[in-house]
């Protein structure tokens, strides 16, 4: 069991261009969470997943930012025209989608926007 | 609304010397509560978590949490910490039936252990 992969690791985008980050859940895991961490604001939940359906984006900014996850084994974060108060690490977890499931989470993308 | 507060950014203990990271949290009702842990370079991991029952609660490598409601509170206690325990630990709470994993996280609080 490799755990929540995460790529890239690092990203470096200019501003205004778009970056598009991928999560890899546990497999049988039918939960899907993104957080978005950062030194001023710390851990902030973005949205979730639950067998691919979206169920909570209460998190997620208005503009520019959309997640998807067009089957079991995948997710993806994009986030259009960067901003340099986009850069931030964002993490993604999965669990089994019972009720009171930890959740594991992936090492996290570095976004960088310059 | 919930909030979690963790007063302490920086902790630094004595190898061998017993923990305590403080963690107070907003609710009225009961809620889920978590400590989850960050070593470096690393994903966030679970360190134990409380839903009902015993309001002590054991986690992994020794590590154990006390809930009190009275006080809104849901420390982390450690009797002997080791040089591996350095790192940093988040406590969360979730409220949400239908979204467990919907944490609010704590800042943080980095711990340092002293050889």
């Known amino acids: 069991n490799a755990g929540v992969i995460q790529t890239p690791r690092h990203k470096v985008t200019g501003k205004g261009q778009e970056a598009t980050l991928w999560c890899e859940p546990i497999?049988?895991?039918?939960?899907v969470f993104w957080y978005r961490q950062t030194i001023v604001q710390g851990l902030e939940f973005l949205t979730y997943f639950r067998n691919q359906a979206p169920i909570d984006d209460s998190g997620m900014p208005k503009e520019r930012f959309s997640a998807q996850m067009p089957n079991q084994s995948h997710s993806t974060l994009k986030i259009q025209s960067t901003q340099p108060q986009d850069s931030a690490v964002y993490l993604c977890?999965?669990?089994?989608?019972?009720?009171?499931?930890?959740?594991?989470f992936g090492h996290g993308t570095k976004l960088s926007v310059l | 609304a919930q909030s979690v507060t963790q007063p302490d950014a920086r902790v630094t203990v004595s190898e061998g010397a017993s923990l305590q990271l403080r963690c107070k949290y907003s609710?009225?009702?009961?809620?889920?509560l978590f400590w989850y842990v960050q070593y470096p370079r690393q994903g966030l991991q679970l360190l134990l978590k409380y839903y009902s029952g015993d309001p002590v609660v054991q986690g992994v490598n020794g590590f154990e949490a006390e809930f009190i409601k009275s006080n809104s509170s849901f420390h982390l206690r450690k009797a002997s910490v080791h040089w591996s325990d350095s790192a940093v630990y988040f406590c969360a709470v979730s409220a949400l039936w239908y979204n467990q994993g919907k944490l609010i996280f704590g800042q943080g609080t980095k711990l340092s252990i002293k050889p």
């Open positions: 609710y009225s009702g009961t809620p889920y």
């Open positions: 497999s049988g895991h039918s939960a």
């Open positions: 977890a999965s669990s089994l989608g019972v009720s009171n499931e930890r959740l594991f």
